[in-house]
């Protein structure tokens, strides 16, 4: 009896293949894609940064306070610390007087129900 001697397969595993390769950075570009969407307030933060509207009270109310404080410190009857100091003030006076219109940036949040 004769025996056919057979060519040896490939010691190529199908993991070590281009198209394997190919997938692999397929499955990447996904990831970094659905990464950088789900992000995409992060790494963008300027575009839904919404400015106060000109006919919200409090924001109309804070701005004519600060216009009288920054003419108390240009006359020299306060100075940078008060400034400060009273600024913060009429924001609270501001949303205490005017209500929960729409919050003021870096002002206190607004409480649930409002």
């Known amino acids: 009896m004769e025996t ?3 060519a040896p397969k490939s010691a190529v595993s199908a993991l070590d293949r281009p198209i394997a ?6 499955v990447f570009l996904c ?3 659905a990464l950088a969407f789900i992000h995409r307030e992060d790494l963008m933060p300027g575009s839904s940064v919404a400015a106060p509207a000109a006919d919200d009270p409090a924001a109309l109310c804070l701005a004519a306070r600060a216009k009288d404080i920054d003419k108390m410190q240009a006359d020299g ?7 400060t100091l009273f600024k913060s003030r009429a924001e609270a006076l501001c949303q205490a007087q005017e209500g929960q219109g729409q919050q003021i940036p870096g002002g206190p949040p607004k409480l649930p129900g409002s």
């Open 21 to 26: 390769r190919v997938a692999a950075i397929g």
């Open 4 to 6: 056919k001697e057979t």
């Open 31 to 33: 990831v970094a894609t």
């Open 77 to 83: 009857v306060i100075d940078a610390a008060q400034a």
